[in-house]
Nanobody, 123 residues
């Protein structure tokens, strides 16, 4: 089992920044690729970003490319999502996920999920 706890969400004005963290425990963190997803009210959960086991490769949804940066610190068992130039349409619950064998855009590729942290961007 891997336990994931997100933090760092909050209320920010459009154009502002937030840094989300996801702390992992339970298994060897470096054995898992990590992803961030988000879900807005009344919408499907969508992929935001992912990072492979070593942190050497990343991928992003087109909607956040150039604004968001995913990174990980395997010594701290933590994955981060730096969000800049936030827009009202970024408002959602952000969830991190851990995948033993996959790190794609589909939620089904991930084995463990956190509870999420709310990000609200005001216009």
């Amino acid at each position: 089992q891997v336990q994931l706890v997100e933090s760092g969400g909050g209320l920010v004005q459009a154009g502002g920044s937030l840094r989300l963290s996801c702390a992992a425990s339970g298994r060897t963190f470096s054995n898992y690729a990590m992803g961030w997803f988000r879900q807005a009210p009344g919408k499907e959960r969508e992929f935001v970003a992912a990072i492979n086991w070593s942190g050497g490769s990343t991928s992003y949804a087109d909607s956040v490319k150039g604004r968001f940066t995913i990174s990980r610190d395997n010594a701290k068992n933590t994955v981060y999502l730096q969000m800049n130039s936030l827009k009202p349409e970024d408002t959602a619950v952000y969830l991190c996920a851990a995948g033993r064998y996959g790190w794609g855009i589909a939620g089904s590729e991930y084995d463990y999920w956190g509870q999420g942290t709310q990000v609200t961007v005001s216009s």
